[in-house]
């Protein structure tokens, strides 16, 4: 397995990737949206003998208190059905915070499965005073601290891209 950038030869590829994993349309929109807002971001990019084989992305959020250019949303994250079970989404998850570590990131928020996230250390953002803007499950939304005492200070709601809205 090869984890890379994604690069724009992808797109259609991944587009596939998303609606095959999803069973809909709406998050191969979502990184269409967000990377032809040119809001930033990273997305990487598993390949298995050639083929797409799963995707991470993460996009710039803004939050009160913090500085605008530190925090992260993952999402989506996608495995394709064929590789499922096999660690494939965790090593993208690893590898992804390594490189949001890298590119300066002091934190990264989720929506998602607490027993999933929370075993790469992702916490409820309700421990920070921090809100969700979608509504969901207190549990559901979380975060992961790159640099420690990043959040501290930070309160509110988090300000996703405009690409989230309507999902």
Same mark, same amino acid.
């Given at each position: 397995?090869?984890?890379?950038?994604?690069?724009?030869?992808?797109?259609?590829?991944?587009?596939e990737?998303?609606?095959?994993?999803?069973?809909?349309?709406?998050?191969?929109?979502? $990184?269409?949206?967000?990377?032809?807002?040119? #809001?930033g /971001? !990273?997305?990487?990019?598993?390949?298995? =003998? *050639?083929? +797409? @084989?799963?995707l991470?992305?993460?996009?710039?959020?803004?939050?009160?208190?913090?500085?605008?250019?530190?925090?992260?949303?993952?999402?989506? $994250?996608a495995?394709?059905?064929?590789?499922? #079970?096999? /660690? !494939?989404?965790?090593?993208?998850?690893? =590898? *992804?915070? +390594? @490189?949001?570590?890298?590119?300066?990131s002091g934190a990264?928020?989720?929506?998602g499965?607490?027993?999933?996230?929370?075993?790469?250390?992702?916490?409820?953002?309700?421990?920070?005073?921090?809100?969700?803007?979608?509504?969901?499950?207190?549990?559901?939304?979380?975060?992961?601290?790159?640099?420690?005492?990043?959040?501290?200070?930070?309160?509110?709601?988090?300000?996703?891209p405009?690409a989230?809205?309507?999902?």
């Open positions: 397995m090869k984890i890379r950038s994604l690069r724009v030869t992808d797109t259609e590829r991944v587009r990737l998303l609606t095959e994993a999803f069973g809909r349309s709406d998050e191969a929109r979502l $990184l269409d949206r967000l990377r032809s807002s040119g #809001g /971001g !990273l997305s990487l990019l598993a390949e298995i =003998e *050639g083929r +797409v @084989a799963g991470i992305h993460f996009s710039a959020v803004t939050l009160p208190g913090c500085d605008p250019l530190s925090l992260l949303a993952l999402a989506p $994250l495995v394709d059905s064929r590789w499922r #079970g096999r /660690g !494939l989404g965790g090593r993208l998850v690893e =590898e *992804g915070l +390594v @490189a949001c570590r890298t590119a300066g990264v928020f989720v929506l499965d607490p027993a999933y996230y929370g075993r790469f250390g992702f916490v409820p953002t309700r421990e920070f005073g921090i809100d969700s803007p979608f509504g969901a499950p207190a549990e559901f939304y979380r975060v992961l601290e790159l640099v420690p005492g990043h959040l501290g200070g930070a309160s509110g709601t988090v300000v996703y405009a989230f809205d309507g999902l």
